[in-house]
């Protein structure tokens, strides 16, 4: 299968790096942006100041208001914040073009992964994930970087990856979909506990240790929900909680070191435009732990400082002071 029109759909940071990498080798993107002021500034400057500043974009990209304009796409990135997928795809009409899921986070409510949720609203189509290390303003700069492409149909994974793969977009394939899904959406609630750490001065040998434990998290929740070890330990999973938990790049870790600092996590969600999707999966994906059976300490933690229950110094000594155990 050859796929040379991508469709995108969102025009945040994210959705228009992606598409400027698949743009790169000179086939068409079309990206459709929910903000009318993003649709014409890509159009008219090659350029999306709202959401990725100072980076010029290609003349191949086309932006439109209109979903209904990706129908012909030969492939689809979905790069909406993930409480938003289901409504966005719902209200698409886009065949059955592959769709490539690109949100890092688990639907509140439903507790679905996005390939469940993509899959319940387009169950013909079949479905792929992007996942890895990759801060959008690096990779629509061309610096080079590095993703995990999961996709059960290998032949169709080959295809995606050939169409995306640059000099600078590297994808590795996999097959673990449901992996490549909780390695990304779980690392955001970790990056706000090494915000924390930072906010905090707490140091960074307690940074090192969230990260460790926090991966211990991330892997038996992993495994719980049928991922493999090795995604987890992949771009998708370590690869990204050790880019985002190091870096105020991360809105994520950003939000942490805002908590760290004593200021409220209703206050440091108020009127945001960029996403910082750890706070919406932080809550989802305590339930969801707790159906599966699986300790998650550090997400509970960051749960409760989002919700103002808990203090950061009583939630530190508390974490501190669980009983001691073995490391595995
Ligand atoms: N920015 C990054 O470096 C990366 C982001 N991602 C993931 O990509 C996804 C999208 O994030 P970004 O592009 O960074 O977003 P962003 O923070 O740059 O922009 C916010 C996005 O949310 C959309 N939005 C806001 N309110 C909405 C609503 N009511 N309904 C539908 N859409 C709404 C906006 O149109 C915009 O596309 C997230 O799941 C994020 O975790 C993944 C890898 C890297
Ligand atoms: O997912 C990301 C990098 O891989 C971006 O992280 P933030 O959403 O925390 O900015």
Redesign the pocket.
Known sequence: MTIETIGVI????????LAQAAAAGGDPVVLW???GDVVRAINDQSANPL??PNIPLSRKIRATSQLDDLADCDAILV????Q?VR??LGSASIGFAPLIL????IEAGSKKLMSEVAAEVYPGSPIAVL?GP????EVAAGLPAAVTLACEDQVLGQSIAARLASPAFRPYLSKDVIGAEIG?AVK?VLAIACGVVEGKRLGQNARAALISRGFAEMTRFGLARGAEAETLAGLSGLGDLVLTCSSTSS?NFSLGKGLGEGKSGAELLADR???A?GAHTAPVLREAAHDAGVEMPITEAVCALLEGKNSVEATVEALMARPLKNER
């Open positions: 969102g025009g945040g940071a994210w959705g228009t790096a942006a929910r903000e959401f990725l790069v909406a914040p993930a938003h409504e966005i690109c949100a890092k986070g996942s990759t801060f959008a303003h990304g955001n809105r435009t960029t996403v999707e």
